[in-house]
């Protein structure tokens, strides 16, 4: 199927292959060498999820999320633009090259109207 193992597997192959043939991760824990085992270090599955217990949260710096804070979803004030509406299509008439970056901000702004004329009118 593949020369070796080294070998990379594309996206296509990897469709290709049958689900016999795909990898397996195996239930055992790793092994761990003596050396490292003298150390302190264990083999754990990576399903099993690390024992965290408040004295080492402490010592690692981590603490617990605090509860949210609300914020305000109403509008807190006047919204102030570079430019007024009559302003804004004065420039659009005056200016006709698209490129013109007073053109895309005189564009900004009258789309920012238009979309503040709905809610004006309800007020």
């Known amino acids: 199927m593949r020369g070796a193992m080294n070998d990379p597997i594309s996206s296509t192959q990897k469709e290709r292959l049958g689900i016999g043939e795909l990898p ?6 790793p092994d761990v060498p003596p050396e490292i085992k003298e150390l302190g270090v264990e083999g754990r599955h990576e399903t099993q999820s690390p024992i965290l217990t408040d004295a080492k949260a402490a010592e690692a ?15 807190s004030g006047l919204v102030i633009l570079p430019q007024g509406s009559i302003k804004a299509s004065v420039i659009l008439k005056a200016h006709k ?8 901000l005189a564009t900004l702004i009258l789309k920012q109207f238009k979309r503040m004329e709905p809610s004006q009118k309800g007020v």
């Open 24 to 29: 397996i991760p195996s239930d055992s824990a």
């Open 97 to 104: 090259k698209v490129t013109e970056s007073i053109v895309w």
């Open 61 to 75: 710096g981590i603490e617990l999320a605090k509860e949210s804070t609300q914020h305000s979803t109403t509008p």
